[in-house]
DNA sequence: CGCCAGTTGGCCGG
DNA sequence: CCGGCCAACTGGCG
């Protein structure tokens, strides 16, 4: 091999991008990693320069703050290792860079401002067509190793059914060639996989091409019309977790839909932005330009100028900390939300999504916008950020910037601002899914029960309940302790939870609402034109010394102090939302717990 | 400052 | 199935 040919590594990842929690960099604060990396690309990537005598390292580009952190280092790494670095935007329409630029430094918060920018820049490049064959890389030596994965932080532990030091495949692959191992080889076996839906290059490129077939859908879509309660097929693409992985180019999407919708010749008019299927990549662009121009402090509030502080239950403690990443104020929200993120708030249509998200990793984006103001704003006012880091462990397409950016939105501190537009769980299901089959298919021990009940069972007489085959009765004591963190991965640790079971006769049942639904949808409106009128954004020092909600907010309304039914234990609170030092979930497991498991690179 | 548009609410009356 | 009301928010722009 010549010494003056080129010699390329083309860098591949994928990222974990749950590494962008706040919580996960205030731990590392605590306990840094090692001057000198031991594994990961840190390590690695020097030593390969080295021994392949690599002459230009290649990859793409990535705003993600974790990675932008990292791929500086490599960048370092490179310099001095005198490899030259190529870096290629790829993973958005625009550089949200450039966005960002053109938007005079200030990040996009709306669509129509995001268009705006976007139109002084050139227009995204069409994709490039795949390479006929690549070089042969020729003897690939490896005199070192990657030093082994501690179990300290094996974030799929639950899956595994050997240590992850054995199921542990170097650098070279279990088969020796630096292929791409199984999840078997993994040392996860396929039952684990509760998910329908399957990655990779051929599978993305197949779904798209059989959408495109369907011109009229293509050229028509417009998304608020589509139902959130089908399945089998979705009412949407489904291709957001291909666009994640990378397994699908935006650009392809992108240029292949507009192609389709010229193709259509049919009697309907095409669709625009933002309902149209272009106008959802720029809202995906839009969040990745927002984040772009704010930072790391786009997955929070604190810190974050264009967020509201909204004093929520189960606030993140200030500051970040591994050991107590939120504040229990108040044990009864804290219940509500365990409920919520198992799919067992005795709401049917919230609880059908929420185990189609455990179990399937998607659900629909309006299904994304029910379950998402239940918790916050419409119902159990938790803070958006326990909300995002459940989906941030559930979702198959979890992205940080459309995470935080649609958790915002739907919690009205950013994006949007109408907080009297509440969804309700019984009227907004009914309204796409009038008998309720999405419910029986994900709540299925509600599935013999009469349309007219099918999304308030326990309205249901008595008679109804037993001829249905499952009674509705408030939820048992002692089960929440069970369920392990909210953002625990499926399936529940120790197995099966649902249909819920009597302790005492082991029949089957569903519980009763965890609370009354209007009555705190009314408070969180109240609460909301409260916390607009006080007017705090996350970058101001009352939030960020953490003395805003005692302050400004203390002497409110406590759930605990009324009879709500809960399931959980039922404490007195006093009055006021006094910061309680309890640790996020320590009785459950708790995230530090978590982070501790789930470092990887 | 005032105006207007903003992907995707619920409810009641016709 | 549609339209208006509810009570009223923001960002972006002139
Ligand atoms: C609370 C909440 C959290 C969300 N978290 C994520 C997330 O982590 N990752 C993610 O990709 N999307 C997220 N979304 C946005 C949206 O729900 C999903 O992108 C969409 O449901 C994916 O399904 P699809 O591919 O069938 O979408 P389609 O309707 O077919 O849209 C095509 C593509 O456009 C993009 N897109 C569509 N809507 C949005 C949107 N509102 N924001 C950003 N991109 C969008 C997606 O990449 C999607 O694949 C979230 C929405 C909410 C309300």
């Given at each position: 091999m010549s010494t003056t040919s080129p010699r390329v590594l083309y860098w591949s990842r994928t990222d974990l991008r749950t590494h962008d929690s706040p919580a996960l960099h205030a731990a590392l604060s605590l306990q840094p990693p090692p001057a000198r990396a031991t594994r990961g690309a840190r390590a690695v990537l020097p030593r390969l320069f080295e021994e392949w005598r690599i002459t230009h390292l290649v990859f793409e580009k990535d705003t993600d703050s974790y990675a932008a952190e990292r791929d500086k280092e490599i960048v370092e790494l490179a310099k001095e290792a005198g490899v030259e670095v190529v870096v290629e935007t790829g993973r958005t329409l625009w550089d949200p860079e450039e966005v960002v630029k053109a938007h005079g430094?200030?990040?996009?918060?709306?669509?129509?401002?995001?268009?705006?920018?976007?139109?002084?820049?050139?227009?995204?490049?069409?994709?490039?067509?795949?390479?006929?064959?690549?070089?042969d890389p020729g003897e690939l030596t490896l005199s070192f190793e990657n030093e082994k994965p501690s179990d300290d932080y094996d974030l799929n532990e639950v899956h595994r059914c050997s240590h992850p030091d054995e199921s542990y495949v170097g650098i070279r692959g279990p088969?020796?060639?630096?292929?791409?191992?199984?999840?078997?080889?993994?040392?996860?076996?396929?039952?684990?996989?509760?998910?329908?839906?399957?990655?990779?290059?051929?599978?993305a490129l197949k779904n798209l091409a059989d959408l495109l077939e369907n011109k009229e859908y293509i050229a028509t879509f417009q998304?608020?019309?589509?139902?959130?309660?089908?399945?089998?097929?979705?009412?949407?693409?489904?291709?957001?977790?291909?666009?994640?992985?990378?397994?699908?180019?935006?650009?392809?999407?992108?240029?292949?839909?507009?192609?389709?919708?010229?193709?259509?010749?049919?009697?309907?008019?095409?669709?625009?932005?933002?309902?149209?299927?272009?106008?959802?990549?720029?809202?995906?662009?839009?969040y990745?330009?927002?984040?772009?121009?704010?930072?790391?402090?786009?997955?929070?509030?604190?810190?974050?100028?264009?967020?509201?502080?909204?004093?929520?239950?189960l606030p993140s403690s200030i500051p970040p900390s591994p050991t107590t990443p939120y504040t229990i104020d108040s044990p009864t929200a804290h219940a509500w939300f365990l409920r919520w993120a198992w799919g067992i708030t005795g709401f049917p249509f919230v609880d059908a999504?929420?185990?189609?998200?455990?179990?399937?990793?998607?659900?629909?984006?309006?299904?994304?916008?029910?379950?998402?103001?239940?918790?916050?704003?419409?119902?159990?006012?938790?803070d958006w950020e326990r909300g995002?880091?459940?989906?941030?462990?559930?979702?198959?397409?979890?992205?940080?910037?459309?995470?935080?950016?649609?958790?915002?939105?739907?919690?009205?501190?950013?994006?949007?601002?109408?907080?009297?537009?509440?969804?309700s769980p019984v009227a907004f299901g009914k309204k796409?899914?009038?008998?309720?089959?999405?419910?029986?298919?994900?709540?299925?021990e509600l599935a013999a029960f009469p349309d007219k009940y099918i999304y308030e069972p326990h309205l249901a007489p008595e008679e109804t309940q037993k001829k249905a085959g499952c009674v509705v009765k408030p939820l048992e004591e002692g089960i929440l302790p069970d369920l392990g963190v909210a953002h625990a991965p499926p399936p529940p640790p120790g197995g099966d939870l649902l249909p819920l079971k009597s302790q005492h006769l082991g029949e089957k049942?569903?519980?009763?609402?965890?609370?009354?639904?209007?009555?705190?949808?009314?408070?969180?409106?109240?609460?909301?034109?409260?916390?607009?009128?006080?007017?705090?954004?996350?970058?101001?020092?009352?939030?960020?010394?953490?003395?805003?909600?005692?302050?400004?907010?203390?002497?409110?309304?406590?759930?605990?102090?009324?009879?709500?039914?809960?399931?959980?234990?039922?404490?007195?609170?006093?009055?006021?939302?006094?910061?309680?030092?309890?640790?996020?979930?320590?009785?459950?497991?708790?995230?530090?717990?978590?982070l501790k498991k789930g470092r990887k690179d």
């Open positions: 430094g200030k990040p996009t918060m709306s669509l129509s401002a995001f268009m705006k920018a976007t139109k002084t820049l050139s227009d995204p490049s069409e994709p490039l067509p795949v390479p006929d064959s690549l070089p088969k020796d060639d630096f292929s791409v191992p199984t999840l078997e080889e993994l040392g996860i076996p396929e039952p684990s996989v509760t998910t329908p839906h399957r990655g990779g290059e051929s599978i998304k608020p019309q589509t139902p959130p309660t089908a399945f089998e097929p979705a009412s949407t693409t489904l291709l957001s977790p291909h666009l994640h992985f990378g397994s699908l180019s935006v650009r392809k999407f992108l240029y292949d839909v507009q192609r389709a919708t010229e193709a259509y010749s049919g009697p309907k008019k095409a669709s625009q932005p933002p309902t149209n299927l272009p106008g959802q990549l720029y809202f995906r662009d839009m990745f330009a927002a984040q772009h121009a704010i930072g790391p402090a786009f997955a929070g509030t604190v810190g974050n100028p264009t967020t509201r502080y909204i004093p929520w239950h999504l929420m185990r189609q998200l455990r179990q399937e990793g998607w659900i629909h984006h309006l299904g994304r916008h029910m379950v998402a103001c239940f918790l916050t704003r419409g119902g159990a006012y938790v995002a880091e459940v989906f941030a462990e559930l979702l198959l397409d979890h992205e940080p910037a459309c995470n935080a950016g649609n958790w915002m939105w739907l919690s009205c501190t950013a994006f949007f601002a109408q907080y009297y537009r509440c969804y796409w899914d009038k008998s309720g089959d999405f419910v029986r298919r994900y709540v299925p049942y569903y519980p009763s609402p965890m609370f009354d639904f209007a009555e705190r949808r009314d408070f969180c409106i109240a609460r909301m034109k409260e916390a607009y009128k006080a007017g705090l954004h996350g970058d101001d020092p009352r939030v960020l010394d953490g003395k805003a909600r005692d302050e400004l907010f203390g002497g409110l309304d406590d759930p605990d102090s009324n009879g709500d039914e809960t399931g959980g234990g039922q404490e007195k609170d006093g009055s006021t939302l006094k910061r309680k030092r309890t640790s996020g979930s320590n009785a459950q497991g708790n995230l530090s717990g978590w």
